[in-house]
């Protein structure tokens, strides 16, 4: 969590240390990027625990905040032998640098109704989860039947953002999980950057898999199209691996009609007036920027 003002800084910290004297499953610790300045890592039960602190963070203490997309620590090494632990996509080094990526891996235990069996296999592996084995536990609830204690291994990342409310959501709230560290394992992930009116919005850049990267590139492209006022210019939104454009879309600018004063005369006339309208839209493009609201960024954690 980040402030849109960086001279706000201040008043985040009050604000983060007042929510966490009332709310005990709340943590936060202190963060620094380099695009984005200071703000703090934190963790919450899930997607409604993180809109519930925005939301107070907006209305009890008028904060305009960024909720950036969550990373865990990879090791990376390079092809000079350096080896270095980063935390977020702005210090993954250049792709031709890199030796190899490792992630972290979880041992995750879920227990739940059998009943749920098939949709939960059906989940983990969605998200590159490995199956290792179930357990039928003894005894019989009368309200949901069986219980069984299902074991993974799945790499953290797929498990950090949103797999315990999709787990709940499937399991009608019976599910419960829990995982503990178990290795590192090497990944094939590349760093996908977002870019809006050819400027490139450095807090909305995550680390993906390599295969994953046109699904998630073209998620967010689309959540963005759906969440950005017109300009009076055309809006170009890209998402890239490097300088491969993976998925892009557009958003149409106004248009005023500066030919309606005209009347009769020569064509030129109006052919005039449409190409001084089409330079004066082409340098407004090229100098704007375009003001990203703060809901984009939670409507992109929840794709």
Not at 13 to 38: C, M, Q, V, Y
Not at 222 to 243: M, N, P
């Amino acid at each position: 969590i980040f402030c849109k003002d960086g001279d706000a800084f201040k008043r985040l910290r009050e604000a983060i240390e007042k929510l966490k004297a009332n709310d005990a499953a709340f943590t936060f610790e202190p963060e620094h990027s380099p695009a984005l300045g200071f703000g703090f890592r934190c963790g919450f039960l899930g997607m409604l625990h993180l809109e519930i602190i925005k939301e107070r963070l907006a209305r009890e203490y008028d904060l305009d905040i960024i909720v950036t997309v969550p990373s865990v620590a990879y090791r990376v090494r390079t092809k000079e032998g350096i080896r270095s632990t980063i935390h977020g996509p702005l210090e993954l080094p250049d792709e031709s640098a890199i030796d190899f990526i490792e992630e972290p891996w979880v041992a995750l235990d879920i227990l739940t109704p059998e009943s749920n069996l098939g949709a939960i296999l059906g989940l983990v592996a969605e998200r590159r989860g490995e199956y290792i084995t179930t357990e039928y536990l003894p005894g019989e609830d009368l309200t949901v039947g069986r219980r069984v204690l299902l074991k993974f291994h799945i790499p953290l990342s797929g498990v950090i953002v949103d797999f315990y409310d999709m787990l709940k959501s499937i399991s009608s709230g019976y599910a419960s999980m829990n995982y503990d560290l178990l290795e590192y394992r090497r990944a094939d992930v590349v760093r996908l950057d977002v870019s809006v009116a050819d400027h490139r919005v450095d807090e909305l850049s995550s680390i993906v898999y390599r295969d994953d990267a046109y699904r998630k590139g073209r998620a967010i492209v689309e959540t963005l199209k759906g969440s950005l006022s017109r300009q009076q210019f055309e809006i170009k939104i890209q998402a890239a691996v490097g300088a491969k454009v993976v998925a892009a879309e557009r958003i149409s600018a106004f248009r005023k009609d500066v030919t309606a004063k005209l009347y009769g005369g020569d064509v030129t006339r109006k052919q005039k007036l449409l190409e001084k309208q089409k330079k004066g839209k082409k340098r407004m493009a090229s100098s704007g920027r375009v003001e990203i609201p703060t809901d984009a960024y939670l409507s992109i954690l929840k794709r």
